[in-house]
Each structure stands twice: as C-alpha cells, then as structure tokens.
C-alpha cells in the first residue's frame, strides 16, 4: 500500500516497459478493455499516457474490486468504472472493444479460463484489433529461466491450476478464436508481452 491504495511492486517495475510496446500497438482511438485490473496501477498508467484510448478496467467478481480505489484517485475522464468479469461466463458485460491487455492473468487462471479468455477476446474484438498478454511463458515446454521454474513450482505448490502455460498451446487457442501471432516482446525479469492481432 502506498497513500493508502493497493500496491503492486511488479507492477511498478514492469508498467514503463510494458506501455513502450503499448505505444506503438494502441496507435488508434478505441476501447482497450483490461482484463483483471489487479491495484489498478496498470489502468492509471496506460489511460494516463494514452488519452485517445477509453480504458475499461475489470476484475473477477471474487478479486474484491482492488482497482476501484486507484482508478477513483486518478480522476482521468478516459477510464471508465471497473465491471465485474468471469471470463468463464458465456455473456461478458462489455461490448465490441478495439483492443484487450491483460497481464499476469493466464498463469492465475485455471486452464478451462485461459481457454475461455481467448475465445471471449475472439468474439469482442473488432476487426483488426489486438490482444496483448503479458506474463512468463514456456517454449517447448521448457522454461525460459531457472527463475520461472520456481515460480511455477511455487504456483502449483499454492492451487494445482495455476502454472506458466506454454506458448505453443496459447496459440492453438488463438487460432481457435481466430487470432494470429503478430510480435513476442523480450520484457524484464524473464517475462514477455505476447501481441495477437484479429485480421480484417
């Protein structure tokens, strides 16, 4: 907590690197719906940096809204109040959006979520949108750092449903929800920023 209002060390540190691909992914005006807000640092950050973007925050019903406080702080006209979203849930309470982030989210999920995320993203997403995850991914179901091995033993030690998913199998659900692979960002501390694009 900082001034009172939730706080995300992780974050912190990865906010800057995550908005210089940001940047250059959300170059048109739209709605960038923003799937499990966490503290809201993330929200704050990109609206603030993004004016031309309205920014659509939500969390899952049981994440008790840690957002709302933040997002209220920030008082910026381009974000609108955090809904409620089960990706599970067949009806999700928003409609066509230009663009999806996510970060952190796949590894917490259980995999029937992951699955459901990407087809709900699918079917939201305009033409030509883009969907960006971020997050630790294996290739080849191999880890791409000592570091995430742990981390991923530690997931699993915590609920045997969550775990780094492999990015071959991510793209087997893009395809599915038809989207395509369009860039794979190195990020700090053995992360990346995986960019889906919904063709025209």
């Not at 008082?75 to 982030?101: G, K, T």
């Not at 995320?117 to 079917?123: I, L, S, Y």
Request: hydrophobic share 40%; aromatic share 8%; charged share 15%.
């Amino acid at each position: 907590m900082t001034d009172g209002l939730p706080y995300s060390q992780a974050c912190e540190n990865n906010k800057h690197p995550i908005l210089d691909v940001l940047i250059n992914v959300f170059r048109t005006p739209g709605t960038v719906l923003e799937i499990g807000s966490g503290t809201g640092q993330h929200a704050v950050h990109f609206a603030s940096a993004l004016p031309h973007l309205n920014w659509q925050p939500s969390d899952h019903p049981q994440a008790n809204r840690l957002s709302e406080a933040r997002i209220e702080h920030a008082e910026l006209a381009n974000i609108r109040p955090v809904i409620e979203l089960d990706v599970a849930q067949p009806e999700w309470p928003v409609e066509r959006v230009s663009a999806v982030f996510s970060a952190n989210t796949a590894h917490i999920m259980a995999w029937p979520e992951v699955i459901a995320m990407f087809t709900g993203v699918g079917e939201l997403l305009e033409a030509g949108g883009a969907f960006c995850l971020y997050g630790p991914f294996n290739y080849n179901g191999r880890y791409t750092s000592a570091s995430n091995q742990q981390f991923d033993q530690h997931l699993k030690s915590q609920a045997a449903h969550m775990g780094i998913r492999n990015l071959e199998d991510l793209e087997v659900l893009a395809a599915n929800a038809g989207l395509m692979l369009e860039q794979d960002h190195e990020m700090p501390a053995n992360n990346r920023l995986l960019v889906w694009r919904k063709p025209h």
